[in-house]
């Protein structure tokens, strides 16, 4: 079983539609939860964390934490074409020190 | 400003050969670390460093060196290289080893092995 598990996609939505990103992680003692977003060819550039369960909200971006289910969930409300990209979901590592481990990735496709 | 650079950004070489690939940040971080992302676009984490100490070292050849000649800076070598070492390599900062909601990612080495 993957640490970090996304669906690949592509996921496409209609522009000003919401985009529901999905992500469930193994490791029942993470405590912090992160999204990226990556553009095609640039470096992952971080929009959300979370750590605590139930949701945190960022200007059209809400992060969504289950810790019993082990699921973190990112949505994209009144989504643009500028939101293609990547969306990676990372959560710290167990062990002794701080890491994130990265789920493969969905690619969100808004089309016009 | 760039915060966290990378040299260089394109790297194309012949199998066996050794290269570098040096990381510089100005964020006055305390920890650096280096990626690995491969075609499949998989973020793997490949070393930390915190304050030039050696911290996290992933299951990663001894083909691949860090060296942290102070905490502003952390390069990466590679000796004798493979063709499954081409990826884009991303080396990265954070405030400190409990920040990670501060990590900040350089822009990226693509290395291509021929």
């Known amino acids: 079983q993957k640490e970090v598990e996304q669906n690949s996609g592509p996921l496409s939505v209609p522009e000003g539609a919401i985009a529901s990103l999905n992500c469930t992680y193994s490791d029942r003692g993470s405590q912090s939860f992160f999204w990226y977003r990556q553009y095609s060819g640039k470096s992952p550039e971080l929009i959300m964390f979370?750590?605590?369960?139930g949701d945190k909200e960022d200007g059209r971006f809400t992060a969504q934490l289950n810790k019993a289910s082990q699921y973190v969930s990112l949505l994209i409300r009144d989504s643009q074409p500028s939101d293609s990209a990547t969306y990676l979901c990372?959560?710290?590592?167990?062990?002794?020190?701080?890491?994130?481990?990265f789920g493969a990735g969905t690619r969100l496709a808004v089309h016009p | 400003d760039t915060a966290v650079s990378q040299t260089p950004k394109y790297l194309v070489t012949q199998m066996g050969n050794d290269k570098s690939i040096k990381c510089e940040q100005n964020?006055?971080?305390?920890?650096m670390y280096w990626y690995k992302q491969d075609s499949k676009k998989f973020l793997k984490i490949m070393f930390s460093y915190n304050n030039k100490e050696l911290i996290i070292n992933e299951t990663v050849p001894n083909r691949f060196s860090p060296k942290s000649p102070d905490k502003a800076h952390l390069n990466l070598h590679i000796n004798s290289l493979e063709l499954g070492d081409s990826a884009v390599y991303f080396c990265?900062?954070?405030?400190?080893?409990?920040?990670?909601?501060?990590?900040?990612f350089g822009p990226g080495t693509r290395l291509l092995v021929l």
């Open positions: 979370i750590y605590s369960n």
């Open positions: 990372a959560v710290n590592g167990a062990g002794g020190y701080n890491k994130l481990i």
């Open positions: 990265a900062s954070s405030q400190d080893l409990a920040g990670l909601e501060t990590q900040y």
């Open positions: 964020l006055g971080h305390d920890t």
